[in-house]
């Protein structure tokens, strides 16, 4: 039997004020635990049995978000909102049905079973026959570790944070917009499936962000912390925002904005780059995580820049990159925006090695995506919440790290650039042809930075970039960002992390966009 580790922490309690989410629900409701919410699960998974499903699992949570964000001039933007549902998804001769319902009464998950059921029926005739190989039933309680409650902070402490870091992040002389703000979200969620498994986990996650935005002579450029997609947020509580330290660092974001706008740019040619962890944590995302997705690989899945160059027969044959790309799934490493004990299938959290010295060795899957191929699982299927079927998404995906500082690896390199912090991405539908800007970069000349340049952008073709990846920084510069990432039709918004330390490639393409 398969069982995940458990993790310890501070309970999420119902917020002082008692929000109501979806009426007549009322956050806290569902945090008793599988006792409490267990009759619901199997009076599902009950009435799909009886209605002629040969599989089906349920996913009941409930979720709350309190967003606080300031930006000059306007009024200061504060949100507590949340929902709470059922899902329950059936297999029927063969073919997939699922229907969710937010919750309202007691009959909440056998009426979503039975509209799955029906949803099934209507989709007969499919021409792909579903068939799910047997897995070992998994039981298990996962709890984010929190020092701090972020709920139980109180509104002035929230408010004058984000106050000071606007005020500091807005009165270098040059800046003409900036933002700053806190968010934290707390989730009761309970599997179950008709072959046995049972599982709780209970969600934190707290983050927050600065932007100074400057403008001069037609000129505008942005400087983020600490991460350029609205921040950063980490599985913690309250003592993650702390550390994050962010009126100290908006001093440095309004200066690094104002210092770009009288920054030169450079001519299109080739360099060689160290790229620091924050745009090596989206080029993982862009050009290795979402190419591994097996849906896309199967042609599954064609949103959002969708399918994979890559085919199913890669595993063990294709070559991704150089010898010194190692790239990681572990959604058990805490703390990350990427990590749990179980997948939305109940599959247990698992370390899952993808690329091995530059070489494909497994992909990010589902029960279903797995089964098609002759493989288990990777434990990757994952769903915007309760209303939502899983998807193939990417966990807590990293480069592994090398050895040795970011010092001794810009002596490495010798002449290039240092770039960090995205501003800009595309790729294309087969996640091959790709370029990313960046909010700054530094050149480098003898292993030593010297001038800022703005408006950096560099390209290339995925397989050739990660093949000219010379050398990875070492563990004391590894970094970990959280990020939303859009999939799938109606879109699902999935929440991952990865990570990265500086990295060295080599013969580049610059100035490309």
């Not at 009950?46 to 002629?52: P, Y």
Request: aromatic share 8%; hydrophobic share 40%.
């Amino acid at each position: 039997m398969s069982e995940a580790a458990q993790h310890t922490g501070s309970p999420a309690a119902p917020h002082a004020a008692g929000q109501a989410l979806s009426s007549p629900h009322r956050w806290g409701e569902l945090r008793g635990g599988l006792a409490a919410v267990g009759a619901e699960l199997d009076a599902a998974l009950g009435e799909a049995a009886a209605l002629g499903a040969s599989f089906a699992d349920v996913r009941l949570s409930e979720t709350e978000e309190l967003r606080l964000y300031a930006v000059s001039s306007q009024p200061v933007d504060e949100r507590l909102e949340g929902n709470a549902g059922v899902g329950v998804r059936v297999l029927v001769d063969g073919v997939w049905g699922f229907a969710s319902v937010p919750l309202a009464g007691a009959d909440d998950g056998a009426r979503a079973a039975r509209l799955a059921v029906a949803n099934a029926r209507a989709a007969a005739g499919s021409r792909r026959r579903i068939e799910l190989p047997e897995c070992e039933p998994s039981h298990g309680f996962h709890q984010t570790e929190v020092r701090i409650d972020p709920f139980a902070v109180s509104a002035s402490e929230r408010e004058r944070l984000v106050a000071e870091t606007l005020e500091v992040a807005a009165r270098e002389a040059g800046v003409v917009r900036a933002q700053a703000g806190v968010n934290a979200k707390r989730q009761h969620r309970y599997f179950a499936n008709s072959e046995g498994s049972r599982n709780e986990q209970h969600f934190i996650e707290t983050g927050g962000m600065v932007l100074s935005l400057a403008a001069r002579d037609g000129i505008v450029q942005r400087r983020s912390y600490p991460n350029s997609f609205h921040g950063n947020t980490a599985a913690a509580g309250w003592e993650y925002v702390r550390e994050l330290n962010l009126p100290a660092e908006a001093q440095r974001v309004a200066e690094e904005a104002v210092q770009l706008l009288t920054a030169p740019t450079i001519s299109s040619g080739t360099s060689s780059l160290v790229i620091g962890p924050a745009q090596m944590a989206l080029q993982i995302h862009e050009s290795t995580g979402h190419p591994l997705e097996l849906d896309r690989i199967l042609d599954d899945e064609a949103n959002f820049a969708g399918r994979s160059f890559i085919g199913p027969d890669a595993v063990g044959s294709l070559r991704y990159g150089s010898p010194a790309v190692n790239i990681t799934a572990d959604p058990s490493v805490p703390r990350t925006r990427g990590s749990f004990a179980f997948d939305d299938e109940g599959t247990a959290a698992q370390r899952t090695q993808l690329i091995t010295e530059g070489v494909i060795t497994n992909f990010l899957s589902s029960r279903d995506s797995a089964a098609r191929i002759g493989q288990r699982s990777t434990g990757a299927a994952r769903s915007d919440g309760w209303g939502f079927l899983p998807l193939c998404f990417a966990t807590h995906v990293y480069l592994e790290p090398g050895s040795g500082s970011t010092e001794e690896l810009l002596e490495r390199m010798g002449d290039g650039y240092y770039i960090d912090d995205n501003r800009s991405w595309s790729i294309d539908s087969l996640r091959l042809s790709f370029q990313f800007g960046t909010e700054v970069a530094w050149e480098v000349r003898g292993g030593r930075r010297t001038r800022l340049v703005r408006d950096f952008s560099y390209g290339g073709i995925t397989p050739q970039w990660w093949g000219s990846v010379e050398a990875v920084a070492g563990p004391e510069e590894f970094r970990i960002f959280g990020m939303p990432c859009g999939k799938g039709e109606p879109k699902e918004w999935g929440f991952l992390s990865h990570g990265a330390a500086p990295t060295l490639v080599r013969d580049v393409r610059i100035g490309v966009a």
